[in-house]
């Protein structure tokens, strides 16, 4: 059960508070998920009166939220406060700390303090900081602080950040969001291997000829150009989001599902995933893209270097293809391949998992046959496919690929939640196992360093796709050198 817990959220009139954390707030308030006493303190930096605050909530979950304002509404937002505050400043984390106070006792929360950063990543240390200063962080019960990502742009900030964190908060008491690891079908994929005889048996080298992860975006930079330009595809996506599902499919059980034994094991997979340090190598490995104009659903996009606060010489990719060998026992030999995009085709999610081929004998007499595939669709809809091959019932001598599909959300009366409302929960309930933790940031920018600093020196050509295509035509090369291809989303 939830513990009784006051939400100090900074950031609380900005973007990420408005589409995600209130809507997730609701959602979890509807369904009964948050404990009775629970109470938000909202932070940021424009001067607003409480009910003003209280408005700015409202119209975000008229927005963006799946509930609408019904009778439990009063209740849920009389739980919302305000102070506006200078981050600089150490009185107004007095008045903070008064405001916590008097939440803490109106609502008789132990003082179990959740701090929630929806910032930008250069505040997070001053934020951090003057907690401690303050004496906010001398609470009688829990504290736990989520930040969201970026964490750090390479491995030297990255350890500076989290050097200064670890000043006032313990690795456990630190959840470092990953929103991937919140989504349904992600969190499903541990199921799919450990709750089924059918796959856990072959998911290794002996059955398996490669993997590929892509997550395809129709969007462009969405107004984050300043953000983006500086990161690029890599650390965007990859360093994160894409090394993260690849440890889910990778990893060896746990010993229990437990935050620190799922974790152990996917460090192991990062520990184990073949380093890229010679450029040529990297080259070989790796190919990025860069989107120019094109046509998506029959509407013009400029290209990357025409938008809004891009550097029109930008050498920024926005599209990566990567191909990723694991060194150990389970999965040498496999080739692991992962892409990651904007303004491609299709916004989309899926990890496919490809069967080796059955012995050239009676129907595979020329390897003429589909090799199986099967389909975790993490995005659009959360499904799963089997791709088999049966007889085709009009022509009895051909063999046809048929595919089983089971897709969540055709469902009836089955919502998914969204996947920051399952990230709430967990920080609050204190389950971090869908957190990265420390080694696990550290090793990933481990193996993203060599390829970024490969495309800064130029090492790595930097080729160009059209909006609406599915990235450069050397990403299919990539593949294609393994007499493999791309299997196109669904
Ligand atoms: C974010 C990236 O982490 O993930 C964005 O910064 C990207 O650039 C987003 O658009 C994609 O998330 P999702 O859930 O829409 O696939």
Known sequence: ?????????????????????????????????????????GVGRRTLSREAFQTHVKSSIESFARYSVNEKWPDFISRFYYVSLDIQELGDYQTLLHTIKTVEHDYSIPQNRLFYLA????????????????????????????????????????????????????????????????????????????????????WNNQYISNVQITSSEVVGVEGRAGYYDQAGALRDMVQNHMLQMMTMVAMEPPSRL??????????????SIRRLHQADEIARHVVRGQYVAGEINGEVMKG?????????????????????????????????????????????????IQFKQLPPLYFNQSGQLDPNV??????????????????????????????????????????????????????????STYF??????????????PIVQAFETGEVPLYTYKAGSWG?????????QEGLKWWPVL
């Not at 990420?16 to 998920?33: D, G, I, T, V």
């Not at 926005?318 to 892409?339: Q, S």
């Not at 696990?440 to 360093?449: F, G």
């Open 1 to 41: 059960m939830t513990e009784a817990a006051t939400m100090i959220l900074f950031g609380a009139t900005g973007d990420l508070a408005k589409r995600k954390l209130f809507p997730a707030l609701y959602s979890l308030f509807q369904e009964n998920q948050l404990p009775q006493q629970f109470a938000v303190v």
């Open 119 to 202: 910032i930008a990543p250069e505040l997070f240390e001053p934020v951090t900081f003057h907690l401690q200063q303050s004496g906010i962080l001398r609470q009688r019960g829990w504290k736990r602080v989520v930040i969201e990502k970026p964490f750090g742009h390479d491995l030297p900030s990255a350890e500076a950040l989290n050097k200064e964190i670890s000043q006032v908060f313990t690795e456990e008491e630190i959840y470092r969001i990953d929103h991937y690891l919140g989504k349904e079908m992600v969190q499903n994929i541990e199921v799919i291997r450990f709750a089924n005889t059918l796959f856990e048996p072959v």
């Open 258 to 271: 437990k935050p620190e034994a799922v974790r152990d094991e996917k460090v192991k997979v990062l520990r």
């Open 304 to 352: 990357y270097r025409e938008e809004e606060k891009v550097n029109p010489n930008s050498q920024t990719e926005t599209f990566v293809a990567l191909k990723f060998h694991i060194d150990n026992f389970r999965w040498a030999g496999v080739p692991f391949y992962i892409r990651t995009g904007k303004r491609l085709a299709k916004k989309a999610t899926e990890v496919i």
């Open 374 to 431: 099967l389909v975790i669709r993490i995005y659009p809809e959360n499904g799963l496919h089997l791709k088999l091959n049966l007889r085709q019932p009009d022509n009895m001598d051909k063999i046809a690929p048929v595919s089983m599909s089971f897709t969540q959300n055709g469902s009836p009366g089955f919502h998914s939640p969204e996947a920051y409302e399952r990230l709430v929960k967990d920080c609050i309930e204190g389950n």
């Open 436 to 449: 990265t933790r420390w080694d696990e940031v550290a090793l990933a920018w481990k193996i993203v360093d």
């Open 472 to 480: 450069p035509a050397e990403a299919d090369q990539l593949v294609a």
